[in-house]
């Protein structure tokens, strides 16, 4: 069965970096694109990201633009977004999810807490 | 990219249908044919309801159907049941190959 698994909570401070993993299983990893999207405590869902079959090529929310970096690995069937110089309001609930090619997000990982504070 | 506009909250009754919108613009809505929706209850990871505006994945029950009508998408639930209290959002894509959520809609079934 499709499965995303992410990697565990993270506290962090203000200007840090913070990388998340996402392990994906039960489907042809290669072929596929995968989202990151993120969800403030008490918040909406915010599209984040996506990083295309290839790996060669993303595409990010205006608003993330220059602090965040999308990378996939075919080895491992893992894909990892790094979000830089974190701030209180970044403090999130971080996903990954499959897309099968632009028809949006299927399968969803279970999440990853990220808090930034001092 | 603004957020798509979405109703803060919509209620109805058991058995009953209701719709709730989803509003961009040219560049995103209306410039495309993939929106999708999603359904997320509380503490949990949101569920692909339909997706490129009318289709429904397997698995996902008939009483959720999807539409669009030039910048606007529509989700309605027919036949309302008290499982289908949970929040709503759109997501679609955009003319610059990015994509943009709704801002979530609030079910309640009185």
């Known amino acids: 069965q499709v499965q995303l698994v992410q990697s565990g909570t993270e506290v962090k401070k203000p200007g840090a970096s913070v990388r998340v993993s996402c392990k994906a299983s039960?489907?042809?990893?290669?072929?596929?694109?995968f989202h990151w999207v993120r969800q403030a405590p008490g918040q909406g869902l915010e599209w984040m990201g996506i990083?295309?079959?290839?790996?060669?090529?993303?595409r990010c929310a205006q608003k993330f633009e220059g602090r965040v970096t999308m990378t996939r690995d075919t080895s491992t069937s893992t894909v990892y977004m790094e979000v830089n110089s974190l701030t209180s309001e970044d403090t999130a609930v971080y996903h990954c999810?499959?897309?099968?090619?632009?028809?949006?997000?299927?399968?969803w990982g279970q999440g990853t807490l990220v808090t930034v504070s001092s | 990219q603004s957020a798509l506009t979405q109703p803060a909250s919509v209620s109805g009754s058991p058995g009953q249908s209701i719709t709730i919108s989803c509003t961009g613009t040219?560049?995103?809505?209306?410039?495309?044919?993939?929106v999708s929706w999603y359904q997320q209850h509380p503490g949990k990871v949101p569920k692909v309801l339909i997706y490129?505006?009318?289709r429904r994945p397997s698995g996902v029950s008939n009483r959720f159907s999807g539409s669009k009508s030039g910048n606007t998408a529509s989700l309605t639930i027919s036949g309302l049941q008290a499982e289908d209290e949970a929040v709503y959002y759109c997501?679609?894509?955009?003319?610059?190959?990015?994509?943009?959520f709704g801002t979530g809609t609030e079910v309640t079934v009185l």
């Open positions: 999810a499959r897309d099968s090619g632009y028809h949006g997000p299927d399968y």
């Open positions: 039960g489907f042809t990893f290669s072929s596929h694109y």
């Open positions: 990083i295309y079959p290839s790996g060669d090529e993303t």
């Open positions: 040219s560049s995103d809505v209306g410039g495309c044919d993939h």
């Open positions: 490129d505006v009318t």
């Open positions: 997501i679609s894509y955009t003319t610059t190959y990015t994509y943009v």
